[in-house]
């Protein structure tokens, strides 16, 4: 059964640097999402995408952040200047009907 | 605003226990309802969404629009169910608004 992949699992980068967090949907998803998890907190929503063009987004995901589709297939989460706070476990979904989403297994990003 | 509150953090009970994980909702409009469950050190899985009114791995959540309540129910407890439980909303947009969880812990 395909399965949304998410690489790298474990990335750690320094405070300032710029991140690019990589998805591979299944490939008939149409909706594609990012949500984040704070360590000992909620899924929270970043960005969803449709169309090629983002949907909707939330407070988090501010300038520092950015999606892109550019082949057809992976989906990147991007963040230009990382901070502390940016810490989390990053979880990319997609699916084929709206708010349908299945999961990736997350790429747990580390800021130092 | 759109908000869903799991009071308990964890829930532990012995095999072959009935359970009764609680989800409460707001939200001003018809929600789309879901549980997630994400077992050790696996992906947040879609268990079953209120909409398709089915059971799976013997668990069934019904909507209460009265209490603004989806509470996911299990006659008996497995071993195997023990994991991480997530209720999530969806209103009218795409996202998921999801609570902070519930971890079930089955002890035989």
């Known amino acids: 059964e395909p399965e949304v992949t998410q690489t790298p699992s474990h990335q750690v980068t320094q405070m300032g640097q710029e991140v690019i967090l990589r998805c591979v949907p299944i490939?008939?998803?149409?909706?594609f999402y990012w949500y984040r998890q704070i360590l000992g907190q909620k899924v929270e929503f970043l960005v969803s995408?449709?169309?090629?063009?983002?949907?909707?987004k939330s407070e988090i995901f501010d300038d520092q952040f950015s999606v892109e589709r550019p082949d057809g297939s992976n989906f990147t989460l991007k963040i230009r200047s990382t901070k502390l706070e940016d810490s989390a476990m990053y979880f990319c979904?997609?699916?084929?009907?709206?708010?349908?989403?299945?999961f990736g297994q997350g790429t747990r990003l580390t800021v130092v | 605003a759109q908000r869903v509150t799991q009071p308990e953090k964890l829930l532990s009970v012995f095999k072959g226990a009935p359970v009764e994980l609680k989800c409460n909702y707001s939200?001003?409009?018809?929600?789309?309802l879901f549980w997630y469950v994400q077992y050790s050190r696996q992906r947040l899985q879609l268990l079953l969404r209120?909409?398709s009114r089915e059971s799976i791995k013997g668990f069934t959540a019904d909507l209460n629009k009265g209490e603004t309540s989806f509470h996911l129910k299990k006659p008996f407890a497995q071993e195997e169910d023990s994991a991480m439980y997530y209720c999530?909303?969806?209103?009218?947009?795409?996202?998921?608004?999801f609570g902070t969880g519930t971890r079930l812990q089955v002890f035989p």
């Open positions: 209120h909409i």
């Open positions: 490939s008939n998803h149409l909706y």
């Open positions: 999530a909303l969806a209103g009218n947009t795409d996202k998921l608004i």
């Open positions: 939200y001003s409009g018809s929600p789309e």
């Open positions: 995408f449709y169309n090629n063009e983002i949907s909707e």
């Open positions: 979904a997609g699916g084929v009907m709206r708010t349908e989403a299945f």
